[in-house]
């Protein structure tokens, strides 16, 4: 009887043993899940705090960088050549001459040719006579119109004829309405304005040429 009552105690004590032992496994997996979804939900939370923050953007290329240049202002055009008047009038003693619009009296050259019109004053003839350049169209007072053109010259410059004529200046005349260059040579006159050579004050010794 006494050997069955403890067969019974020790039975009823291995039994609780076992419902201990499946009480505290099954809170332990509890508690692991709470820790587990507790721990998704820090996580979470750490995500929310921070998943709203802008990512940083990428610095600026060079060429975003740069700034931009406004575009440069063209400069004026260059103007086409002198602007040439020719001003055809009558002086006191010279009588009917061609001056530029500075007053200067001009020149033609007698072994020059109207026709076709062509200049041989180049090099250091060039300095001492200048020629009368111009790439337009001259502005004419008193010259007829008709009679007024331009050559080119050896260099490309376009040189201003009347009536054929290249005109040219004298280095020598030092002031507006001189005429020192009138006879030199027997070869350079004053030009009148239709062209032909202006014969009157010759230097002493100068011949007039016959007239052309």
Known sequence: MIRRN?????????????LALVVWTSN?????????????????AAQGDYGDVPTPLAPPTSEEAAPVEEPAAQAAPAPSGPQVTL????????????????????????????????????????????????????????????????????????QVTLDGWPLYTYAKDEAPGQWKGQGV????????PDGKRNVECL??????????
Do not use: H
Not at 6 to 18: D, K, L, P, T
Not at 122 to 147: I, K, R, Y
């Open 28 to 44: 332990a997996t509890g508690l692991q899940g709470r820790t587990v979804a507790q721990t998704g939900q820090v996580g979470a």
């Open 185 to 192: 040579g027997g070869t350079w006159f004053v030009v009148q």
């Open 6 to 18: 403890r067969i019974a105690i020790a039975v009823a004590g291995g039994m609780a043993a076992v």
């Open 203 to 212: 230097p002493p010794g100068v011949t007039p040429p016959p007239s052309a």
């Open 87 to 158: 001003v055809g009038k009558s002086v006191p003693k010279m009588g009917e001459v061609v001056q530029d619009g500075d007053g200067r009296t001009l020149y033609r050259f007698d072994k020059d040719t109207p026709d076709p019109a062509k200049s041989n004053c180049e090099a250091q003839c060039a300095v001492t006579w200048p020629p009368v350049l111009s790439n337009g169209t001259p502005q004419l007072q008193g010259v007829d119109p008709a009679l007024v053109s331009t050559v080119k010259r050896a260099d490309g410059s376009e």
